[in-house]
Nanobody, 124 residues
């Protein structure tokens, strides 16, 4: 049974940092990319970052470059999202997901597996 379990969310003041973790289990993800999405109340799920499990290649939308960094630890089967200089508009539920190579990393519909999400709240 495939499981993606996010952790590390919480309440932080504007300007602070958080590191989210996503522990993957239940199958081999070597031919997958791992992505982070977020969803604020009343908004669509938004792509934040992705990383190739094999070679560590990363993908960011222009709006997330500089403050967000995705990384992975192959030995721990864990993907991380480091978030710095957080803003109130970063408040959302953050989801980890897995997409097979060959599909776009940008679209929610492309992903096969999802975690339950972790809440991030940034106070002003």
């Amino acid at each position: 049974q495939v499981q993606l379990v996010e952790s590390g969310g919480g309440l932080v003041q504007a300007g602070g940092s958080l590191r989210l973790s996503c522990a993957a289990s239940g199958r081999t993800f070597t031919n997958y990319a791992m992505g982070w999405f977020r969803q604020a109340p009343g908004k669509e799920r938004e792509f934040v970052a992705a990383i190739n499990w094999n070679d560590g290649g990363t993908f960011y939308p222009d709006s997330k470059k500089g403050r967000f960094t995705i990384s992975r630890d192959n030995a721990k089967n864990t993907v991380y999202l480091q978030m710095n200089s957080l803003k109130p508009e970063d408040t959302a539920v953050y989801y980890c997901a897995a997409v097979p190579y060959g599909r776009t990393v940008l679209r929610v519909e492309a992903y096969d597996y999802w975690g339950q999400g972790t809440q991030v709240t940034v106070s002003s």
